[in-house]
């Protein structure tokens, strides 16, 4: 980790918090408010779109690398750019399904074609909109989405730096920063949401990152993955039960394993969000010490959680009846 990247990643959190306090201003005077409804974890009106914040501060941090000297991929750049603003103009005028996951396939096949190799942009139109889809489907609670993206991001520039790949670890160092600088705003309780356009900063930068890597080293890209595979089996899991009930995947729903256990009594959204992180924390520290296998019982064991505690909580009270 050189002085340049601190530097970024240092100026990316300065900005993002500087940001914040008129962004959020702004965003309640033009009424960019998430109302509450019965499908929401939350139940005050919350203004949404901060993360045009990390935007600023991620480009901010990424001027500072430039003017270093240093290197950017423009791949990533290009291809984190166009989705985040496709999150913003989902953030104003709600476009539909077919259109966002279309600019997700195409572009994730442009910048894989960038990339090279032959697998590259058909790993590209598989990967980007199933780490994008799946960052803006569990953003549903306080501070899930700002601990993943800070723990993703932590090891990922590690990792990057250390394999030599600095294009691309510019990027996990600023969105590290970014991250930090949004979790105040949302941690414990929520002054401020991501919105698509933080959701789909958060996720292109995850997936571009990851597709650069894999034209590289497929063993290196398959570890990006490794702190982030919490957020795609809740959200595979989650698809794969609701085709199996025939139900339409566009429609909103409460169903994700973070979602049951916000619902289980006493949790609050911090509870759910420290355990989700912590687990993406554990998958990478389990995996460097015993391997890939490591990450199987870690997965189960949290796509069997809201059950297990379910169970638990039915034992203390049939418990509590029979003692008393």
Not at 23 to 47: C, E, M
Not at 243 to 259: D, K, M, N, P, W
Request: aromatic content about 8%; some cysteine; charged content about 10%.
């Amino acid at each position: 980790m050189s002085k340049t990247t601190l530097l970024a990643g240092a100026t990316a959190a300065a900005v993002t918090t500087a940001v914040m306090p008129g962004l959020v201003r702004i965003l309640r005077a033009h009424n960019r408010v998430d109302v509450p409804n019965a499908r929401s974890s939350h139940v005050v009106p919350t203004p949404r779109g901060g993360g045009v914040a990390c935007v600023a501060g991620i480009t901010a941090g990424l001027i500072v690398v430039r003017l270093s000297r240093a290197q950017v991929s423009t791949k990533v750049s290009v291809g984190t750019a166009v989705l985040t603003a496709v999150g913003f103009l989902d953030d104003r005028f709600q476009l539909p399904a077919a259109q966002r996951l279309g600019a997700q396939a195409v572009t994730g096949a442009v910048v894989g074609l960038a990339c090279g190799g032959c697998s590259t942009p058909i790993v590209g139109v598989v990967l980007v909109p199933a780490i994008v889809n799946s960052f803006n489907f569990m953003d549903g609670i306080n501070g899930i989405s700002g601990g993943q993206a800070a723990v993703w991001s932590a090891f990922a520039a590690a990792r990057l730096d250390s394999i030599g790949l600095f294009e691309d670890a510019a990027f996990a160092h600023t969105m590290l920063g970014a991250s930090v600088g949004f979790l105040p705003w949302n941690l414990p309780s929520a002054k401020v949401f991501l919105g698509d356009v933080g959701s789909y900063l958060f996720g292109s930068v995850i997936a571009f990152a990851t597709l650069d890597c894999w034209s590289k080293s497929k063993f290196e890209a398959i570890l990006l993955g490794v702190p982030y595979s919490v957020y795609l089996a809740d959200t595979g899991w989650t698809i794969l039960r609701r085709l199996s009930r025939g139900e339409q995947l566009t429609v909103a729903h409460r169903e994700h394993i973070y979602q049951q256990l916000v619902d289980l009594p006493r949790v609050e959204h911090w509870h759910v969000s420290v355990f989700v992180s912590s687990l993406s924390l554990l998958s990478t520290l389990a995996v460097r010490k015993v391997g890939l296998s490591a990450l199987i019982p870690i997965i189960v064991g949290y796509l069997l959680t809201p059950a297990g505690v379910r169970h638990l909580i039915r034992a203390a009270a049939n418990s509590s009846r029979f003692s008393g």
